[in-house]
């Protein structure tokens, strides 16, 4: 969703079967939260299959690929790498310096924004080398607290855009969700707004069970 | 975390085996991310005993709690009730309505704050009731997009306490991870600040991968 930079998720780490929903549920997050494209170790087909197919039929635009080298690929980024981890600097306490290392902050003096470049959040899966440590330009930790990368991702991404990424608009969409305070209704999303146009109640996705995304996970993953 | 009222994550639903680790990493991000209690379905005593384990090693207060009357609970629950949908209205829309309907927000008129309430926030993890939509005071959607409930509760829950959560203090740790640019380091939980005590390098859990606790919930789930 991102004109002036490209905002890229990479999942460092996979093992097929046990991290299959995890990898999963990172790329969706990626996606719903206002990344522009998520990179998974090659062995994380399926889950690459499951957020294409969100995509699909959601919109986009948002890139899913599949690569082998996520350490040269970390290495080479030449933008700014923010690695999540617990261990890291407290996020209230650095998320002003990132998104002023990407030119994502509000100045005091119209024009004197940072310049755009581009971010690569790295998110754990399994052990992550110590070269990773030093290369990142920030370690940054969603509390210092073990938790979830899920989690850690998804506030961090929220700040990071200072929730704008809530308001973003999709292209290319099959379908889309009416927020409404009671119900579950999916349109077209030809369709204007849910006032206008004829709402199709019932469940978006196959077990239609009306959580965060888990219809969707659940049913591929 | 919280005196004035308890707020309490409810995972509705849970698949043994299948779901061990999203219900292990709901029950994680509730208490690393400011929740007071997490109560699970019956069968997810393997993910309860995870959390507990890290309540002991990092501090609380937190609770854990099993069920098998989840719909009763719900039902018969005094407070508020927020269920995360991606059906729902969105977050950005009503989180102050969430906020003054527990006494979370900030008057213009000191002294005008609403009175505490207590506060349950479900979490789907298979198909909800229909039920559940009419009882629920406030459906939240995080994106009118599928993703995933751990994200989902977490952007809500750093919203719905404007990310004072990050600031908590951890009664009876054990250990506690030192915030840093670049390093792995923990210390024993009565040990006063880094700079001060000698800090022991090392990961803090089995795996000690660094990633937002990915290394305690892969060990345990």
Redesign the interface.
């Known amino acids: 969703m991102n004109d002036a930079r490209e905002v890229v998720v990479l999942r460092y ?1 996979h093992r097929p079967g046990r991290d299959d ?2 990898t999963t ?1 990172v790329g ?2 990626a ?3 206002g990344a522009d494209r998520v990179i998974f170790p090659d062995n994380a087909g399926q889950s690459a299959e499951t957020i294409r197919g ?1 995509t699909d039929r ?1 919109g986009g635009p948002f890139a899913v690929e599949l690569r082998d080298d996520q350490k040269a690929f970390v290495g080479n980024w030449e933008g700014v790498v923010v ?11 650095v998320e002003g310096d990132v998104r002023e290392a990407v030119g994502l902050d509000e100045p005091d003096v119209v024009g004197e924004a940072s310049p755009p470049r581009d971010l690569l959040v790295v ?6 080398p110590w070269a990773l ?2 290369r ?1 330009d ?2 940054v ?15 961090f991404l ?2 990071l855009f200072d ?1 704008a ?3 973003r608009e ?1 292209a290319d969409a099959d379908r ?10 999916v349109v077209d999303a030809e369709e204007g707004p849910a006032e206008e146009g004829p709402a199709e109640e019932g469940p ?2 196959g ?11 659940a049913d591929r993953d």
Chains 1, 2 share one sequence.
């Not at 981890?85 to 209230?92: C, D, F, I, P, S």
């Not at 998110?123 to 992550?128: A, I, L, M, P, S």
């Not at 889309?176 to 209704?185: L, N």
């Open positions: 780490g929903r995890m549920h969706l997050t996606r719903a939260l969100v959601f690695h999540l981890t617990m261990y890291g600097e407290r996020v209230q306490d998110v754990g899966g399994e052990k992550v440590y030093e990142a920030f370690n930790g969603v509390t210092n607290q073990p938790h979830s990368e899920v989690a850690g991702l998804a506030v929220d700040r929730g990424e809530l308001d999709w889309r969700v009416v927020p409404e305070a009671t119900g579950k209704t978006a996705e077990n239609g069970d009306g959580v965060e995304g888990a219809g969707e996970a």
